[in-house]
């Protein structure tokens, strides 16, 4: 069992509720093995890692893997092709234009000022290198999760990496039948919930006590579609990364061409 604290947001393999979540992050992972690939990637960091199951399938792939967070990987996440660094991403202790590729799945909504990281990884990227950033598709999101700082509809992060990279392609992680009905019952569930507070006395909450309500919740409507439909299996095909669209459950940008920074 991992040992990090349950909290309803950070992934943990081992829990069968969240395997569709899994699932769907672990497609953008697989889309960037294949860019890797392509463009013969072969140092490649996974930046805010989390529990690092992301960074084994790199390792898996690749040839050579960094992943860095400010919290210790899942002990099953080591690979002999992965080395973990865990450090901020503002005091990375790695020299400029180190990679090829830089992955950054679902981090910059939890960030209030984006511009320290992005430009992190515009410095860690080699010239003729590429990044990838997911993050919740705003327009999908039901906007209740309490670590997440700022969510993004897809003009707006575009227009916000723009400042950091001259190529720019918005992609994202879309949703085929069985996933797509799961996740509107959920969202319908949470919404029926959030209801029950019309006047969203819940934000006043200590934080403590929201964060712990959130990790409950995310159990209680998880375990409720569960009950009454049952959880659906899917697997990585089921979440396509397609050309970006207001139903898509993330957003995918492809990153190229980094702007010199200072």
Do not use: W
Not at 95 to 122: C, G, M
Request: with cysteine; charged share 25%; glycine share 4%.
């Amino acid at each position: 069992m991992s040992a990090l604290r349950f909290t309803g947001e950070r992934l943990h393999e081992e829990d069968p509720l969240f395997a569709i979540d899994l699932q769907r992050h672990r497609a953008a992972y697989a889309y960037a093995i294949e860019l890797a690939r392509e463009q013969s990637s072969q140092r490649v960091l996974d930046l805010g890692c989390g529990t690092g199951y992301g960074t084994h399938e790199l390792a898996e792939a690749l040839p050579q893997t960094f992943a860095l967070d400010r919290i210790a990987p899942d002990s099953r996440a080591r690979h002999p092709r992965a080395l973990f660094i865990r450090a901020d991403a503002g005091e990375l202790p790695i020299r400029p234009a180190s990679f090829d590729l830089v992955v950054s799945f679902q981090v910059i909504e939890h960030l209030e000022n984006p511009a320290p990281y992005l430009e992190a990884i515009t410095r860690l990227l080699r010239p003729e290198g590429a990044a990838i950033i997911t993050t919740p598709n705003l327009l999908q999101s039901d906007r209740e999760n309490p670590f997440h700082v700022h969510e993004y509809e897809a003009a707006e992060l575009a227009a916000l990496l723009a400042h950091h990279f001259e190529d720019v392609d918005m992609l994202g992680v879309g949703a085929r039948a069985g996933a797509k009905e799961y996740y509107e019952a959920r969202l319908q569930r949470i919404r029926t919930i959030v209801r029950l507070d019309p006047l969203r006395l819940r934000t006043r909450l200590p934080r403590s006590i929201v964060d712990r309500l959130f990790a409950a919740f995310a159990v209680i409507v998880r375990r409720g579609i569960q009950r009454s439909e049952g959880l659906p299996e899917v697997q990585i095909s089921d979440f396509p990364i397609l050309p970006v669209e207001p139903e898509c459950l993330d957003l995918l940008a492809v990153c190229r061409k980094p702007r010199p920074q200072g």
